[in-house]
């Protein structure tokens, strides 16, 4: 008989301890424990991906009626039902934690409602009050955004607020440049909220190809995204009504009227409570001053390590809270694992799934699997899409002399309907054996062209071996095995 309550018991029911949790108990038969203190699914299903990919499609059909046109379609569009779409994204997201419940119910699982922390190298201490033990703890936690130290920074949401907003804002300032500030850049644009983006390094996308954060910051602007690169925000305050009145340095109208139609007998006076709701007064670093009905911070994140007794017992933890841990997803104390967000690796959902299963491979089959980071696919739900694998440009010269294969069009679609919109593949290729070092596609569906890219990519493809594969033809992706000259080379 076992000295502990359970050989497994896993902090977080996101979707990498989940995959943990069921595949251990269900592949292995191990007594495995689960504890959730937030909603069973994690960041991904509840308040990122999963309902992020949703608001991309709601977004997208705004620019639907003037296609169909150009097409020959007789058809005009109707205003965004917010709330409508409000009601349907939540009962989906009620049925997938469902789903999430019952996987681990099915596997044999035992799941406790409660916010966990560790005592000691074997024993977890629950909210409820309850302590267990366990032979092995994975820790899968997750993170969450995080706002700038600044006065007044709880009067701006964050990406997690996006969801439950009771109405969309008239205006908003996205403040931040990465792939979640600037997909939900394009999201509310489409859905009709006059966006400004305001991103203090030179170009969004940092750690992207340059050509490639270049194409998608041309077509946000051409969007009507009022996006400034080298510019962020020195002050803010909540609006009063004289900022109102006197539309500071000329807000646009939408600001203007989104404000003063929530303006209230609250706003009155300097020191308005952050309480009270309404617009928000911002001082930019280039002097300018607007008001907008809202602010969100898009500025990073933060691993959920906060008062989980982690450093108290000896696991290590980096500058950003993240816990340190080696090839096999384990911390300095032997029983104690990690995964997904909170190890601030690579956080992206099939990631911590994949580390999740390496680490039942290691600790429950016997099979010691160091999880495999490299050359890992991955999209940017901006419009148009993102679809990368592999290294940059930037980076792939730095190591070794390279080719560089490029195109940038009009795509037939948007060509025939008289639209600007251009697309980008790309490739990047080693000069001394040919193999393709990088992938980089801006173009609708990018995403779903980067998965079977990636697998090429992955097994070690040369140039010649994507010159040998027949193009399908009339498709944007033909082009990635058509390229036969390069364009440069570094």
Not at 103 to 132: C, M, W, Y
Not at 177 to 192: D, T, V
Not at 340 to 345: F, I, L, Q
Not at 369 to 380: E, G, K, N, Q, R
Request: aromatic content about 6%; glycine content about 10%.
């Amino acid at each position: 008989m076992s000295d502990f309550d359970y050989d497994l018991f896993v902090i977080g029911g996101g979707s990498g301890g989940v995959r943990a949790a069921r595949v251990a108990a269900s592949e292995t038969g191990a007594k495995v424990a689960l504890a959730e203190a937030d909603r069973y699914g994690g960041t991904c299903v509840i308040r990122g991906c999963v309902p992020k990919k949703l608001m991309v499609f709601a977004s997208e059909y705004n620019h639907v009626p003037d296609m169909a046109r150009a097409y020959g379609w007789e058809m005009t569009a109707g205003d965004f039902n917010w709330q409508g779409f409000r009601r349907q994204l939540n009962a989906e997201l009620d049925r997938l934690e469902g789903v999430y419940r019952s996987l681990l119910k099915n596997a044999g699982v035992e799941t406790f409602d409660a916010r966990a922390s560790l005592r000691d190298a074997h024993t977890v201490t629950l909210s409820t009050g309850e302590t267990v033990t366990a032979k092995h703890i994975l820790v899968a936690a997750g993170g969450h955004p995080v706002r700038p130290e600044m006065d007044n920074a709880q009067l701006a949401i964050v990406s997690d607020d996006i969801f439950h907003l009771e109405e969309l804002p008239k205006s908003i300032l996205i403040i931040g440049g990465g792939y979640i500030a600037c997909e939900f850049a394009c999201i509310l644009n489409g859905l009709g909220v006059e966006v400004t983006q305001y991103y203090r390094g030179a170009q969004i996308l940092r750690g992207f190809d340059e050509e490639a954060r270049g194409l998608i910051a041309e077509s946000m602007r051409e969007q009507g995204i009022d996006l400034h690169t080298g510019t962020n925000i020195v002050e803010m305050r909540r609006a009063t009504k004289e900022d109102i009145a006197r539309g500071d340095d000329a807000p646009s109208p939408a600001a203007t009227m989104g404000a003063s139609a929530r303006q209230a007998d609250g706003l009155a006076g300097d020191d308005a409570s952050g309480d009270s709701g309404g617009p928000v007064w911002v001082k930019a670093t280039n002097g300018r001053t607007r008001v907008f009905d809202t602010v969100m911070f898009a500025t990073g994140r933060r691993p959920n390590t906060d008062d989980m007794g982690l450093a108290e017992i000896g696991v290590g933890l980096g500058r950003n809270g993240q816990i340190e841990v080696n090839e096999y997803s384990q911390t300095a104390v032997p029983s104690v694992y990690a995964i997904g967000d909170v190890t601030d690796r690579v956080n992206l959902t099939p990631v911590a799934i994949r580390e999740g299963m390496a680490f039942v491979e290691t600790v429950f089959k016997g099979n010691a699997t160091p999880v495999d980071h490299s050359l890992i696919p991955s999209a940017v739900f901006t419009q148009p899409e993102f679809g990368t694998v592999g290294l940059t440009e930037e980076a792939a010269r730095e190591q070794q002399e390279i080719e560089v294969y490029c195109t940038s069009f009009r795509p037939m679609q948007s060509a025939f309907a008289g639209k600007p919109d251009r697309v980008l593949m790309k490739l990047v290729v080693s000069k001394a054996d040919r193999t393709v070092l990088g992938c980089h596609i801006v173009a609708p569906g990018a995403g779903e062209m980067i998965q079977l890219a990636g697998v090429a990519v992955k097994m070690g493809a040369t140039k010649e071996d994507f010159d040998r594969t027949v193009a399908v033809h009339p498709t944007m992706s033909e082009e990635i095995v058509t390229m036969r000259n390069p364009m440069r080379t570094a």
